[in-house]
Nanobody
Framework: QVQLVESGGNLVHPGGSLTLSCTGSGSTWSYYHIGWFRQAPGKEREGVSCINLKADQTWYRDFAKGRFTISRDNAKNTVFLEMNSLKPEDTAVYYC?????????????????WGNGTLVTVSL
């Protein structure tokens, strides 16, 4: 079993930046692909980005391309999501999750474990 803890969410002005972290426990961390998802108020949860277990392939939703960067440090059981040029529509609770599948075109699927999320608010 893997437990995930997200951190780094905060209130930020439009155009600002934040880096989210997702730290996992358990010896099987490096066997999983890791995805970031988000859920805005009144909307369904959506995929944001995904990184494969070897950290040599990544996937981004269209709205994240060019603004967000995902990375991972398996030695520290941590995945990062660097977010730049943030917009009010990026306001959401951001979750990380383990995934048993990764595809370069569709990202993470078959999610097993979720974190509790971290709130990102983009506002003046």
């Amino acid at each position: 079993q893997v437990q995930l803890v997200e951190s780094g969410g905060n209130l930020v002005h439009p155009g600002g930046s934040l880096t989210l972290s997702c730290t996992g426990s358990g010896s099987t961390w490096s066997y999983y692909h890791i995805g970031w998802f988000r859920q805005a108020p009144g909307k369904e949860r959506e995929g944001v980005s995904c990184i494969n277990l070897k950290a040599d392939q990544t996937w981004y939703r269209d709205f994240a391309k060019g603004r967000f960067t995902i990375s991972r440090d398996n030695a520290k059981n941590t995945v990062f999501l660097e977010m730049n040029s943030l917009k009010p529509e990026d306001t959401a609770v951001y979750y990380c999750a383990t995934s048993r599948n990764f595809h370069y075109a569709t990202g993470c699927s078959e999610v097993d474990y979720w974190g509790n999320g971290t709130l990102v608010t983009v506002s003046l």
